[in-house]
């Protein structure tokens, strides 16, 4: 067994302020754990009052495995508890959403009055339409404050979004607007990266083309100037669809168990999947942690730097905020354009003080040095988050020393399209230790097993489960409940969700990658994010992404591609250095029998590393779609 170079010394711990327990919404950790295990359903029951419910629910859970019903019989609408509990309330001119376009001088600013007004008259303009509780729309929006204005209109009427990142290619896009048998498609006439105008509307025409269910499509024309031309009769302007319609639209009243939204999964395995969310579980997950997990006070800035047509998008940029009452801001920026240092120039402009990014922003800030965070005050920060795959200890250390100033807490979480909420991470208060995401959050009960199901020693790898239902796991897979059942039907008793991982003597648990990433060498079974975070512990390496080659002998073999750090150059010494470096980390088994120096690694633009692009090039394979991948 390849072991993690963590387990090979004593475990290292960063403590932080004891003040962030003390006034922390989640309070003692361990307190509100056990009060979670003594009664599962009052924990939830206790959260879900803090919303509004149109009509109280019956019961809090009904589990008939492998199927769950949260919040039994109650009615409610997720827009409403966004939007009109805050209007309603005292938040009605607090600043809800501030959009920072990629010019520093494109700048608009939504109150929580302004954006349910604009809301409002979008959700008519839809009724107008003929769009109904039930029906499917599909949005293909760049990351633009009317995509946010677009999912909460649907939501108020009980139209089922499925939002489609607006990287995605024609193909991909037609295949996702055909399984969910989209009545209505949004979009918008071009989005706009790193200076550039990326057109959108050959790719939506050429996408709905072989579509039949869609009726309309709504494009949103950004550049009046030379506004694009509307060419068939399907086709309307947004703001034409806005155009005298009512500013009042009464919120769809919603059971807890109708559908809220399709999202299907980035793909870059297999056929994508459309993951259902429900409208009450679904709500209740995302407020709950978007509150107690990030801790947002009244006066907090939120940034989470990820794109709503994702999971965290939804949960983290939309729903989860928005639901709480938090001041949101959101970009369209890149992180290095104009220069490295734009983020940090939004944080310090606008007085952030909680943000949430993946690994791998981290990890290219790290291979530009400390020069750019440098330049711009970070005080305001007060919580750091990571999302989107595991966080290696040396970016870890980078964002808590160079970005949190040795002061915020890390909240590093593990969670998936599926589950639609945080599940495991380091709660504030409690001990971060680098490399480990933490533990179940309270209403989660998360182990590591082995194929039947069983606890797996602490050290010891095994297979990440979820034993007991949470309020918003997913559903079923659209159209497809056979494969949703296989979450659950593969480990007996436990939704199995996919990736491998060790838990620590302190019940602390590393991620170490995807089950479905393993390479065999000589019958031993290497995590990719092992290797690739051994290489990357190396102080001349960046990044790193590892694949399995086929070896007659081995079975297969370890190729790894490198990126390095500035001040670093490509050498074969650098090359015998990182294999060795391996070699004394994990151990020989898990040596790389080559290494390639890489300017960069194919990602989408959600920031994950797509290794099947590494390998169908290596292997000289088809790569399957790459419309995902950033520029």
């Not at 939120?302 to 709503?308: G, H, I, K, N, V």
């Not at 007085?351 to 922003?361: C, H, Q």
Request: some cysteine; overall charge negative; hydrophobic content about 40%.
């Amino acid at each position: 067994m390849v072991k993690s170079a963590d387990s090979k010394k004593e475990p290292k711990y960063y403590m932080p302020d004891p003040s962030y327990r003390v006034h922390s919404w989640m309070g003692d950790y361990t307190w509100t754990y056990n009060e979670f295990a003594k009664d599962p359903d009052k924990f939830w029951d206790n959260i879900a009052k803090k919303l509004h419910w149109f009509k109280p629910y019956d019961k809090v859970c009904e589990w008939n495995y492998p199927y769950a019903k949260w919040f039994l019989n109650g009615k409610t609408n997720i827009t409403y508890n966004c939007l009109d509990r805050h209007v309603l309330g005292d938040r009605r001119n607090k600043v809800a959403l501030i959009w920072k376009g990629e010019h520093f001088d494109e700048e608009r600013v939504f109150t929580y009055r302004q954006l349910l007004r604009e809301v409002q008259r979008f959700a008519n303009g839809l009724k107008k339409l003929g769009v109904t509780k039930g029906d499917r729309v599909c949005i293909y929006m760049p990351v633009i404050p009317e995509l946010i204005i677009a999912m909460l209109a649907c939501t108020r009427i009980g139209a089922v979004h499925s939002v489609v990142f607006g990287g995605y290619g024609a193909a991909a896009l037609n295949q996702r607007i055909v399984g969910a048998g989209a009545k209505i498609v949004i979009t918008a006439d071009m989005a706009i990266r790193r200076g550039k105008a990326i057109p959108l509307m050959h790719v939506i025409q050429e996408a709905i083309i072989n579509a039949p269910t869609v009726e309309h499509l709504i494009v949103l024309r950004r550049e009046q100037r030379t506004p694009v031309e509307l060419h068939s009769e399907m086709e309307l302007d947004f703001y034409d669809v806005m155009a005298d319609s009512d500013e009042d639209c009464t919120a769809e009243v919603m059971d807890a168990e109708d559908p809220l939204f399709i999202l299907y999964t980035s793909g870059t395995t297999g056929a994508p999947k459309g993951i259902v969310h429900t409208c009450g579980g679904y709500m209740v997950g995302a407020y709950y942690t978007t509150k107690y997990i990030f801790d947002i006070k009244e006066h907090d800035v939120y940034w989470c730097t990820a794109d709503p047509g994702w999971i965290t998008g939804h949960s983290y940029v939309v729903y989860g905020p928005l639901s709480v009452g938090a001041t949101i801001l959101l970009s369209e920026s890149t992180p290095d354009y104009p220069d490295p240092g734009i983020w940090w120039k939004l944080v310090e402009e606008y007085g952030v003080n909680i943000l949430y990014t993946a690994p791998t922003a981290i990890r290219m800030f790290m291979k530009l040095g400390r020069e750019w965070p440098d330049k711009y005050n970070l005080s305001s920060l007060r919580v750091l988050g990571s999302v989107g795959e595991p966080l290696n200890p040396e970016a870890f250390e980078w964002f808590y020393h160079v970005i949190g100033r040795d002061k915020c807490p890390i909240v590093d979480t593990w969670w998936q399209t599926e589950t639609g909420m945080h599940m495991l991470t380091t709660v504030l208060g409690e001990p971060m230790r680098p490399g480990y995401v933490g533990k179940s959050i309270p209403g989660v009960v998360a182990d590591v097993v082995d194929k039947d199901g069983k606890s797996v020693e602490p050290g010891k790898r095994g297979f990440l489960a979820i034993r007991q239902p949470w309020p918003s796991m997913m559903r079923t897979i659209y159209n497809n409940d056979d494969r949703y059942r296989k979450y659950w039907e593969t480990i007996p008793g436990c939704y199995q969700v996919g990736d491998l991982a060790i838990k620590g003597e302190d019940g602390y648990i590393m991620v170490i990658g995807r089950s479905d990433d393993l390479i065999i060498v000589s019958g031993h079974n290497i995590g990719t994010a092992e290797v690739e975070s051994a290489l990357v512990s190396h102080m001349a390496v960046a990044e790193a992404a590892v694949i399995g080659k086929p070896d007659a002998l081995k079975g297969n073999t370890i190729k790894a591609f490198v990126t390095l750090r500035v001040g670093h150059t490509p050498s074969e010494k650098l090359k015998n250095e990182l294999i060795y470096h391996v070699r004394i980390t994990l151990g020989p088994i898990a040596m790389p029998s080559e290494i390639e120096f890489v300017d960069t690694l194919p990602k989408t633009r959600s920031g994950k590393i797509v290794r099947r692009i590494l390998k169908a090039k290596e292997m000289g394979m088809d790569p399957g779609d790459v419309t995902t991948l950033d520029d």
